[in-house]
């Protein structure tokens, strides 16, 4: 009887063990990392990952966040996502190095918890005109209030630094993670995901309107990729892959300009202009710069039909380069064109420009070699008498011709002119 009563207590031992296993062993938190401006590409990749979190009741989700800023429209996206998510979201600014600047420190102020690596900083929240043109300055005003206003809302609701929230709106301050931490900004600064999780186990937070106890050791760690999808739509609003695509797009339409019916080129440039547009929608673009571009394309346009002896290609490249300058106004917002892609590409399509003219040039100069009019030129010999008409053998076919002048059968002749199917001809020489 002591012996089955030993067997039952293991037995009840081991199950339990196994069972402590699995729910362990189930219990997961997903790592997203949103790198890049906060564009449509990135919100969307953001809502899909809380969902993606909700529907496998994960004990958190972690965003890994690295961003200058970006579209205020996306930034809403993905604050309204976090504070209606049914799981604890954690925003976590890192690696070293990284900044949440912009609407990243809405989206960080948004979380359940913030948190911070070390190295790090946030702050200069306030808002930029994104798009071609600037704001007037009632509109200014209305628009910064509402975001110190939207930014006091979601410190209120997180019990954060509501002051320190509004002022980085209104006179973009920025502060390092430890600053941070002491001013209420975030909770945790944190080396790495696997400290993180150790420093905020335990934590209180309300969920959906619910206290949750989080519980962050002893789980699965699983990273959420980004999709195809997902990738492209950040990409192409990286501010360097928008202006190359800009550049190849008024490069496949000044080749279809140039050599009308050849189709491939102008849908390639139209479909590129397309997507540098749609960037353009989340980039800080003056419309200065946009304005220079498209003048450069006028001219090199121009130069085709107009003779100015290469001014108006010398004129295109200026306003080429100085346009592609001013393209972004990096000076308010950091986001500008590498110097590494600028200089190359503006080099490449103004030689791709001034080669396509050279061709169309040429072919416009060219003394036509078919038809009537190439006959022009040529040499050939009297198969009979001119007097003044009569045949020559000319460009492999025989001619009804005419000479102003005797030619004898056999002497070279030379064709001045073609009057209605008839070579007019000079004699050369005597045979």
């Given amino acids: 009887m002591k012996k089955i009563r030993l ?28 790198i890049g401006s906060i564009n449509p590409g990135l919100a969307e990749f953001v809502v899909a990952g809380i969902r993606q979190a909700e529907k496998a009741q994960a004990e958190a989700l972690v965003i890994q966040l690295d961003t ?24 976590y600014v890192s690696p070293r190095g990284a900044r949440a600047a912009s609407a990243g420190v809405l989206i960080t102020v948004a979380a359940h918890v913030a948190a911070m690596a070390p190295g790090t900083n946030i702050g200069a929240a306030h808002p930029v005109s994104v798009g071609m043109g600037k704001l007037d300055k009632v509109m200014g005003e209305k628009i910064v209030n509402d975001m110190a206003a939207y930014g006091r809302a979601l410190a209120e609701e997180r019990g954060r630094n509501v002051d320190w929230v509004e002022k980085a709106v209104r006179k973009s301050v920025s502060i390092s993670a430890q600053d941070a931490l002491k001013q209420r900004v975030v909770e945790v600064v944190a080396e790495n995901v696997e400290e993180l999780l150790k420093k905020v186990d335990g934590r209180r937070v309300m969920v959906a309107g619910k206290p949750q106890i989080l519980k962050t050791t002893g789980v699965v760690v699983e990273e959420i990729p980004e999709n195809l999808r ?25 080749f279809e300009l140039a050599h009308p019916g050849v189709v491939l080129p102008g849908a390639v440039g139209a479909l590129c202009l397309l997507l540098a547009f749609f960037a353009f929608q989340t980039l800080p673009v003056s419309f200065i710069g946009i304005l220079l571009i498209l003048l450069a394309f006028v001219l090199f346009i121009l130069e085709i039909y107009v003779t100015s002896f290469g001014l108006l290609t010398i004129g295109g490249i200026v306003s080429l380069l100085l346009g592609s300058i001013m393209l972004f106004r990096g000076g308010e917002t950091g986001v500008d064109i590498s110097w590494g892609v600028l200089i190359p590409t503006v080099l490449i399509i103004s030689l791709f420009f001034i080669f396509v003219a050279g061709i169309v040039f040429r072919s416009q100069v060219r ?61 050369l020489s005597k045979q």
């Fill in 7 to 34: 067997y039952l207590v293991i037995c009840l031992v081991l199950a339990a063990a196994v069972w402590a296993n699995t729910e362990a062993a189930a219990r997961r938190i997903f790592v997203l990392p949103a």
């Fill in 68 to 91: 200058p800023g970006g579209l205020d429209s996306s930034m809403r996206q993905i604050c309204k996502a976090i504070i209606n998510a049914k799981v604890p979201v954690i925003v």
């Fill in 230 to 254: 997902t990738k492209v739509l950040k990409h192409i609003a990286d501010p360097n892959i928008a202006f190359i695509l800009m550049m190849l797009g008024l490069a496949g339409l000044y």
């Fill in 367 to 427: 003394r036509p070699v078919t038809g009537a009019a190439g006959m022009v030129g040529e040499k050939g010999v009297a198969h009979t008498d001119l007097s003044p008409e009569g045949q020559i053998f000319v460009f492999g076919e025989y001619w009804h011709a005419v000479s102003q002048e005797p030619v004898a059968k056999g002497e070279t002749v030379e064709v001045v002119k073609v009057e209605n199917l008839k070579l007019v001809v000079r004699r």
